[in-house]
């Protein structure tokens, strides 16, 4: 059960409610501060959406991948956050566990989609695999006490572990661990970082994948309100076309993400979501296309669709994947030389620009 919390928590709740009740929404990009195309400085000071509007995303992901070299360290992540935490931004951290039946007993082999090994079970207390699992949260429970601003204040951040867990690509999913279980999960791991670790300033997210068909469909893993502070969503536009129908079953799914959110007093937000290009013009790309993409106005038409009904208007922030490489990106960016001239201009650039230059969309201050 939720515990009392530093206020910086309740601060960063605040701002989440207030934008849901101002028709904007604030943007988001996973990894930031750290990873991108266009960064030199990996510490925070700069982002590929810095770098072409001038502003960081009003929210940051970062993800405990990155604790053991998989996107960054321990020691670097810190630095970011801080860094982040000064020029305003949310930060949220998501948790791409590993399988925690392999590696043996000290190293963590990062296979959150392999699925084998019965692992939502053994993790739980009396499991054979719980030692281990309370390391890892031993190390979450670290990170956060290093995380402090400039006063030696902990930085609050938005903890979203277990998510798509309707899904069956991780192995907390709902085809190897059932909805009683999985609520027993993450009960427990709230318990243990707030009552055994002293962690207090965690707000905690649940985001399943969508689409939803009802409100029983979208809680039927949830932990409950006294475990949840933010209600959110992952999805993305496969293989994109003018004609796929995505903004009918999205429309649908906020509306009832909405309306869970008014009946639960908790804020809401669409956690991850991005184009997936994946097998066309011509390769492989899980993100935007370097070029040709099909729908080339992704950005603003989103941000059309979120301002034509109520419930998009709700939304608290929208939250795109990671700029890992020019081959798997989800946000367009712009490379400079050291002169200063634009040596490449993703043709999704200006779309994107008017889209964070709209009233509507809040970037970092």
């Given at each position: 059960m939720l515990k009392q919390r530093i206020p910086g928590v309740y601060k960063l709740l605040g701002r989440l409610e207030d934008v849901a009740y101002s028709d904007d929404f604030m943007f988001g990009h996973q990894n930031a501060g750290h990873i991108g195309v266009s960064i030199t400085n990996k510490d925070g000071s700069e982002s590929d959406i810095k770098n072409l509007v001038g502003k960081h995303p009003a929210v940051v992901g970062i993800d405990t991948l990155g604790f053991y070299g998989y996107e960054g360290n321990m020691e670097q992540l810190v630095r970011?956050?801080?860094?982040?935490?000064?020029?305003?931004?949310?930060?949220?951290?998501?948790?791409?566990?590993?399988?925690?039946?392999?590696?043996?007993?000290?190293?963590?082999?990062?296979?959150?989609?392999?699925?084998?090994?019965?692992?939502?079970?053994?993790?739980?207390?009396?499991?054979?695999?719980n030692e281990k699992y309370r390391r890892f949260l031993d190390a979450i429970a670290e990170f956060a006490s290093l995380c402090v601003d400039v006063d030696g204040e902990?930085?609050?951040?938005?903890?979203?572990?277990?998510?798509?867990?309707?899904?069956?690509?991780?192995?907390?999913?709902?085809?190897?661990?059932?909805?009683?279980?999985?609520?027993?999960?993450?009960?427990?791991?709230v318990d243990y970082l707030q009552d055994e670790k002293g962690v207090t300033s965690f707000a905690y997210a649940y985001s399943p994948n969508?689409?939803?068909?009802?409100?029983?469909?979208?809680?039927r893993r949830?932990?409950?309100?006294?475990?949840?502070?933010?209600?959110?969503m992952d999805i993305y536009r496969d293989r994109p076309s003018p004609d796929d129908g995505f903004y009918d079953k999205l429309k649908s799914s906020l509306q009832i993400l909405w309306q869970v959110s008014l009946e639960h007093g908790k804020p809401y937000a669409l956690t991850e979501l991005g184009i997936r290009?994946?097998?066309?013009?011509?390769?492989?790309?899980?993100?935007?296309?370097?070029?040709?993409?099909?729908?080339?106005?992704?950005?603003?038409?989103?941000?059309?669709?979120?301002?034509?009904?109520?419930?998009?208007g709700r939304c608290s922030y929208v939250l795109t994947w990671a700029n890992f490489s020019d081959q798997q990106f989800w946000v367009p960016y712009e490379l400079k030389d050291k002169d200063g001239n634009v040596t490449f201009r993703h043709e999704m650039c200006d779309d994107f620009i008017k889209f964070v230059s709209d009233p509507h969309v809040i970037l970092a201050p």
């Amino acid at each position: 059960m939720l515990k009392q919390r530093i206020p910086g928590v309740y601060k960063l709740l605040g701002r989440l409610e207030d934008v849901a009740y101002s028709d904007d929404f604030m943007f988001g990009h996973q990894n930031a501060g750290h990873i991108g195309v266009s960064i030199t400085n990996k510490d925070g000071s700069e982002s590929d959406i810095k770098n072409l509007v001038g502003k960081h995303p009003a929210v940051v992901g970062i993800d405990t991948l990155g604790f053991y070299g998989y996107e960054g360290n321990m020691e670097q992540l810190v630095r970011v956050v801080k860094e982040l935490h000064r020029e305003g931004c949310i930060i949220t951290l998501s948790s791409h566990m590993p399988n925690f039946s392999l590696g043996g007993d000290d190293f963590f082999d990062y296979s959150p989609n392999f699925t084998d090994g019965n692992v939502g079970y053994r993790i739980l207390p009396g499991g054979d695999l719980n030692e281990k699992y309370r390391r890892f949260l031993d190390a979450i429970a670290e990170f956060a006490s290093l995380c402090v601003d400039v006063d030696g204040e902990p930085i609050p951040m938005l903890f979203r572990p277990f998510h798509e867990d309707n899904g069956n690509w991780f192995w907390w999913g709902r085809e190897y661990l059932p909805d009683d279980k999985y609520v027993t999960l993450y009960r427990y791991t709230v318990d243990y970082l707030q009552d055994e670790k002293g962690v207090t300033s965690f707000a905690y997210a649940y985001s399943p994948n969508g689409f939803f068909d009802d409100d029983k469909h979208y809680l039927r893993r949830y932990p409950g309100d006294d475990y949840i502070d933010v209600l959110g969503m992952d999805i993305y536009r496969d293989r994109p076309s003018p004609d796929d129908g995505f903004y009918d079953k999205l429309k649908s799914s906020l509306q009832i993400l909405w309306q869970v959110s008014l009946e639960h007093g908790k804020p809401y937000a669409l956690t991850e979501l991005g184009i997936r290009v994946l097998d066309s013009v011509g390769g492989y790309y899980e993100g935007l296309a370097p070029s040709g993409n099909i729908v080339k106005n992704f950005f603003t038409e989103f941000l059309e669709f979120m301002c034509s009904f109520e419930a998009g208007g709700r939304c608290s922030y929208v939250l795109t994947w990671a700029n890992f490489s020019d081959q798997q990106f989800w946000v367009p960016y712009e490379l400079k030389d050291k002169d200063g001239n634009v040596t490449f201009r993703h043709e999704m650039c200006d779309d994107f620009i008017k889209f964070v230059s709209d009233p509507h969309v809040i970037l970092a201050p």
